[in-house]
Each structure stands twice: as C-alpha cells, then as structure tokens.
C-alpha cells in the first residue's frame, strides 16, 4: 500500500494535469467531486486493461494460462468439479489453489489477483457476478452424552449450559442463528492450529460449535470422533457456496467460455 504522502503527491500531480480537484477535502472526510466521479470509470478501465495487458504476456512467456483459485472449507468434489472444468476449456491451462477467507477472495478477485473464488457470502458491488454452486446443511459438534447422543436434529434448547465455540470458518452462520447464540452460557472465540484442539475442547463435555452436518465436509472430517457426535440444526435453511469472478471478464476473449461451462457443470448447487 502507497504511503499517504506520495499518494498525496500523486493525486494532487492528477489533478492538476486534468486540470481541477478530484476529492472535497473536509476535516472529517473526504468524497468525490463531480470531477472525480465522472474520472472512475476511465479508471476501473486502465486499470482493467492493464490486469488484462499482464496476464496476456504471462501467458504469452509461458505458454499456458494460470487460473489462480481462491478456495475455503468445501468438499474436495467441488474443487475437482472447477479444476476439470478450467481443463476442458483450456487443456494446457496452470490451476493454482490459494486458501482465503471469502471477504480475503472478493479483494484479490477485484485487484486481479485471483481468477476465480469459492466464496460463502455475497456482496453488493457490481464489480462482481456469482453462480451458486453447493449448499450445505448446517450442524453442531456436541460432546457424546447421552443427552445429545439421542437427538436426531438440534434446537437451541438444547444447548443450554454449554459454551459455544466461535472458530474460523463460522462465517456462514448468520443472523438467523442467534437463537442459538443466544442460549448458551458463553461465546468463546477460537482460534487453534493444534490438530485435534477443537474436537478436544467439545469432548471435554462443556462446549459445542457450529459445523456441517454432511461427512463430506472438511469442517465434520475435522471435528467427528468417538468422543463428538454431530447433529443438523433444525429448520435452518441450507449454506450457500458461491463461484465468484470478477464481472468484467466474462468476455469471449477471456473468462466466458469457463463461465459458461462452469454454469452449465454446476446447472444445480450440490446438495450436501
């Protein structure tokens, strides 16, 4: 990132070559004037043109493409699915996978450091297009007693007395979760990278964490065990996955014959 004073220097140097002032300069914040308004569009495109000009010569040095993917916890016949897409479109193409939280995707997918994203959220910005392609019915790691052992699906009842473990990775689970949220006794968030920490922490019969209810999920490979049992939340509605990429290149020239073979591969989400 630009330090401020030579990015203020070269504001101020665009300015004057275009010849007025492109920000209102308050004390509190700064917005756009007319002027710089009508100048952001000319600039998404140089700055398009620009991403489009390098991965042209890359691939023009190294004979192939490189798709670069930005990937979270998903079942790995997801991941395999859009490799074999990329590679029916473009044999000779280069599928490098890169782990990211799904806001961490939507940058590097607008600074054009990603081709594509796995993503479980949307955001507003037109900059960017989405094609569900998994959904998922969400779950709770809970310690293996009898209680818990007996149920066939959660409610937030039963979850009074346990401490609800926030681990990365939740971030599917919204709003329409607070009900259990709200009836534990504690929110304890999480983050370990000892193998086995988290699962460790639900047998010890005082905690619980939200998951996936299908085995073939990363997150229930990952905390299933003799001592934690897993159990689909009742009524909630399924976890969205989405295929993202950056709008302005679904083009002919470039992303839209992947696109559109994506779109066809995945014509329905993956139900898990």
Same mark, same amino acid.
């Given at each position: 990132?630009? =330090? %401020?004073? $030579?990015?203020?220097?070269?504001?101020?140097?665009?300015?004057?070559?275009?010849?007025?002032?492109?920000?209102? &300069?308050?004390?509190?914040?700064?917005?756009?004037? $007319?002027?710089?308004?009508?100048?952001?569009?000319? =600039?998404?495109?140089?700055?398009?043109d620009m991403d489009a000009l390098r991965r042209e010569?890359?691939?023009?040095?190294?004979?192939?493409?490189?798709?670069? /993917?930005?990937?979270?916890?998903?079942?790995?016949?997801? *991941?395999?699915?859009? *490799?074999?897409?990329?590679?029916?479109?473009?044999?000779?193409?280069? /599928?490098?996978?890169?782990?990211?939280?799904?806001?961490?995707?939507?940058?590097?997918?607008?600074?054009?450091?990603?081709?594509?994203?796995?993503?479980? &959220?949307?955001?507003?910005?037109?900059?960017?297009?989405?094609?569900?392609?998994?959904?998922?019915?969400? %779950?709770?790691?809970? !310690?293996? &007693?009898?209680?818990?052992?007996?149920?066939?699906?959660?409610?937030?009842?039963?979850?009074?007395?346990?401490?609800?473990?926030?681990?990365?990775?939740? %971030?599917?689970? @919204?709003?329409?979760?607070?009900? +259990?949220?709200?009836?534990?006794?504690?929110?304890? !968030?999480?983050?370990?990278?000892?193998? @086995?920490?988290?699962?460790?922490?639900?047998?010890?019969?005082?905690?619980?964490?939200?998951?996936?209810?299908?085995?073939?999920? !990363?997150? +229930?490979? +990952?905390?299933?065990?003799?001592?934690? *049992?897993?159990?689909?939340?009742?009524d909630s509605p399924k976890s969205s996955t989405y295929?993202?990429?950056?709008?302005? &290149?679904?083009?002919?020239?470039d992303l839209g014959p992947t696109i559109s073979a =994506?779109?066809?591969?995945?014509?329905?989400?993956?139900?898990?």
């Amino acid at each position: 990132m630009m =330090a %401020a004073s $030579p990015l203020s220097r070269s504001i101020q140097q665009l300015e004057l070559e275009i010849g007025g002032a492109l920000f209102v &300069r308050g004390t509190r914040k700064v917005a756009l004037t $007319p002027l710089g308004i009508a100048l952001v569009p000319h =600039a998404e495109k140089t700055i398009a043109d620009m991403d489009a000009l390098r991965r042209e010569m890359n691939k023009r040095l190294q004979g192939f493409a490189e798709y670069y /993917v930005g990937i979270r916890s998903v079942p790995s016949e997801l *991941i395999t699915g859009l *490799i074999g897409v990329v590679k029916r479109v473009d044999p000779s193409a280069s /599928v490098r996978l890169e782990s990211l939280d799904s806001f961490a995707q939507m940058d590097r997918l607008i600074n054009g450091k990603l081709t594509f994203g796995l993503v479980n &959220r949307r955001v507003d910005d037109r900059r960017l297009d989405y094609w569900e392609v998994l959904r998922e019915t969400p %779950a709770l790691a809970l !310690p293996n &007693r009898p209680e818990y052992a007996e149920l066939e699906e959660v409610r937030p009842e039963n979850l009074r007395g346990l401490r609800l473990l926030l681990q990365p990775g939740t %971030a599917p689970f @919204g709003s329409e979760f607070d009900p +259990y949220r709200e009836t534990v006794t504690e929110l304890v !968030p999480v983050e370990t990278e000892i193998i @086995g920490g988290l699962s460790a922490m639900i047998a010890a019969g005082d905690s619980c964490c939200f998951t996936m209810a299908s085995p073939k999920s !990363p997150w +229930y490979k +990952y905390l299933a065990g003799d001592d934690v *049992i897993i159990r689909p939340l009742a009524d909630s509605p399924k976890s969205s996955t989405y295929l993202v990429w950056r709008s302005d &290149r679904d083009t002919e020239n470039d992303l839209g014959p992947t696109i559109s073979a =994506a779109r066809d591969y995945f014509d329905q989400p993956v139900e898990n």
